[in-house]
């Protein structure tokens, strides 16, 4: 299914396109997106794609221009087979930038399976020491491959073909805050914009506030898995976007992501894609508008529901839960009510619970 959006100067007056995005599949060898249609039937090529590819725990995007291939992240280790499959299955033969973002394992564990695979140009993470075998032989892939190396902080740009990748953090980061020391990329191409926050947390998120940086996107991948310890208040009331994709991986053991933040991307009117519900979630945009393709599901994932999935609750409380939440076996079946939805569920007053953090 592809959702359409046009971007919100342009609502009323752009045309409709019809974008035909061939989705790749693990293991499946497909050819690069395909062209999409404008109004009149004529090919539009995406001028920029970005692939949010379902790593499970763990982050990996992968951006397309005209130009060139730039991969975010790779996951956990085990992970990098997927990844390799997903690039190859899009016909990357060559990476010209890779971004190691921060050295937690759930991101560039699966470069070493990258690195192995496919030819790098360059890397870049933030030049930091980790003292963990996966750090050493991630460095010492770099070494034998000798590529290019480049320590990734604020300030710097680059043109990429269609769209310009700016990094916008860190400025001196230390190896006692690894999260806070991820490299914060902003993609643009036209009106269309992306920010790739890594695992920042709400110091860093204060920092770059601080710097001025220029934040407005339209999506955002949420910071660190939609945890607690980032997403405050004011960094996403100034990046403003219209949708955010979180990365995480089903039934993970960290909790991702946090009711909390999914309540503050809901009040900020914010559409919400997952790829632990969604699966691959990939965005295509010409710069005048976009589209998001989703593995699994429709829509934004608060408007997901799959056949039969319904929200439950009980008139003796004001709490809805997830059809498998362990509370629910709790409400006696004369006092159980059935939601259609969460917009349902708020409407008659109910608010999520807190265990099961229901979204669909
Ligand atoms: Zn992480
Ligand atoms: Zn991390």
Sequence with gaps: MVVLFLHKSKRLLALILVLLLVFAFSGCHL?????????????????????????????????QTDEQNVLIDAGERSAGEVVVDYLQGQGVTELDLVIGTHPHSDHIGGLIQ???????????DPALVHTTKLFEDYLTLIDEKEIKFTEGRAGMVRDIGNAVLEILHPVAPTGSALNDASIVTKISCGKISFLLPGDIEKKSETEILDRGAALKCTIMKACHHGSTTSNSLEFLQA???????????????????????LQTY??????????????????????????????KGKGPA????????????????????????????????????IFKSRKDAEEKGYRPCKTCQPVG
């Design 31 to 63: 050819p690069p997106p395909a062209p999409h249609l404008d109004g009149d039937g004529e090919e539009v090529s995406p001028e920029l794609t970005v692939h949010f590819i379902d790593v499970g725990q763990g982050d990996s995007i992968f951006i």
């Design 302 to 337: 608060e408007d997901y529901y799959e056949p039969g999935f319904e929200l439950l609750g009980s008139v003796d409380s004001d709490k809805y839960h997830h059809p498998d939440c362990r509370h629910i076996k709790n409400i006696k079946p004369e006092n159980k009510i």
């Design 266 to 295: 809901c009040d900020l009117g914010i559409d919400i894609y997952r790829t632990d519900l969604q699966g691959n979630i990939v965005v295509a945009t010409d710069g005048e508008v976009y589209s998001i393709n989703t593995e």
């Design 114 to 124: 990258v690195l192995t695979d496919i030819p790098v140009k360059e890397i870049m």
């Design 239 to 261: 990046v403003d976007p219209e949708a955010v994709v979180i990365m995480c991986g089903e039934g993970n053991d960290y909790g991702h992501p946090h009711g909390e933040v």
